[in-house]
């Protein structure tokens, strides 16, 4: 399925970025999905999440962070991130109007669409999706980065691997249990931080991101 090439403005000061969108026909719902620090909207996980996402009739808008357009190395500070994930999600509804609207990401575009929603509503977006949420750095175990949530008005889905070590799941639990009915936290057997497996797991990374795209639109169906 074909991408829409799109840019919209991330801040007056960083300029504009640019974004992929695909509109499966028929589509139920629009995701807008920001990539992780070491990546872009163009990178293999995103391309196969959006894939498997509109196999089961979510539209997404993949988009850079203003540091990934320019090629630069780093993340931008956090205001940064957290406008542009505001202005991406005005970008995407207007991009495609009337479809029910979400936003998440991979591991730190996610966490930087939650504190973006921790700061005020997302206009229009009615819950979040985590492709494994970065609780903390890797064996720095700590819940810190999970705090900001407590702000989130918007339901929450969590989609870990019970080998994430950006993520103990001994931490990770109680976390998404304290927000209470807002939260639903879904393991994904056998995946790591990036829904790698092990061989001897029985499953493929191909599997994983299936079942992660089928279950966030289950999810997504039932937010009304």
Same mark, same amino acid.
């Given at each position: 399925?074909?991408?829409?090439?799109?840019?919209?403005?991330?801040?007056?000061?960083?300029?504009?970025?640019?974004?992929?969108?695909?509109?499966?026909?028929?589509?139920?719902?629009?995701?807008?999905?920001?990539?992780?620090?070491?990546?872009?909207?163009?990178?293999?996980?995103?391309?196969?999440?959006?894939?498997?996402?509109?196999?089961?009739?979510?539209?997404?808008?993949?988009?850079?962070?203003?540091?990934?357009?320019?090629?630069?190395?780093?993340?931008?500070?956090?205001?940064?991130?957290?406008?542009?994930?505001?202005?991406?999600?005005?970008?995407?509804?207007?991009?495609?109007? %009337?479809? $029910? #609207?979400? +936003?998440? !990401?991979?591991?730190?575009?996610? *966490?930087?669409?939650? =504190? &973006? @929603?921790?700061?005020? /509503?997302?206009?229009?977006?009615?819950?979040?999706?985590?492709? %494994?949420? $970065? #609780?903390? +750095?890797? !064996?720095?175990?700590?819940?810190? *980065?999970?705090?900001? =949530? &407590? @702000?989130?008005?918007? /339901?929450?889905?969590?989609?870990?691997?019970?080998?994430?070590?950006?993520?103990?799941?001994?931490?990770?639990?109680?976390?998404?249990?304290?927000?209470?009915?807002?939260?639903?936290?879904?393991?994904?057997?056998?995946?790591?931080?990036?829904?790698?497996?092990?061989?001897?797991?029985?499953?493929?990374?191909?599997?994983?991101?299936?079942?992660?795209?089928?279950?966030?639109?289950?999810?997504?169906?039932?937010?009304?």
């Amino acid at each position: 399925m074909p991408d829409t090439r799109l840019t919209f403005e991330a801040t007056p000061q960083q300029g504009r970025v640019s974004a992929l969108l695909r509109l499966p026909e028929g589509a139920s719902a629009l995701l807008v999905l920001a990539h992780g620090a070491g990546t872009d909207m163009r990178h293999r996980s995103l391309e196969m999440l959006s894939e498997q996402l509109a196999a089961n009739g979510i539209a997404t808008f993949r988009y850079n962070f203003p540091y990934k357009e320019k090629g630069r190395g780093g993340p931008n500070p956090k205001p940064v991130l957290t406008a542009t994930v505001r202005a991406a999600v005005q970008a995407a509804a207007e991009a495609a109007p %009337g479809l $029910p #609207l979400f +936003a998440g !990401g991979r591991s730190m575009g996610g *966490r930087m669409t939650s =504190l &973006a @929603a921790s700061e005020a /509503p997302l206009p229009g977006v009615r819950g979040l999706v985590f492709f %494994g949420f $970065p #609780l903390h +750095a890797a !064996g720095k175990p700590g819940t810190e *980065r999970g705090e900001h =949530l &407590a @702000a989130v008005s918007v /339901p929450m889905l969590f989609l870990q691997g019970p080998r994430d070590t950006l993520a103990l799941p001994e931490l990770l639990e109680p976390v998404v249990a304290g927000l209470g009915r807002r939260a639903r936290l879904h393991m994904l057997a056998g995946a790591d931080h990036s829904y790698k497996v092990l061989k001897s797991s029985g499953r493929s990374e191909a599997e994983v991101y299936a079942e992660a795209a089928a279950v966030a639109a289950g999810w997504m169906a039932k937010q009304k």
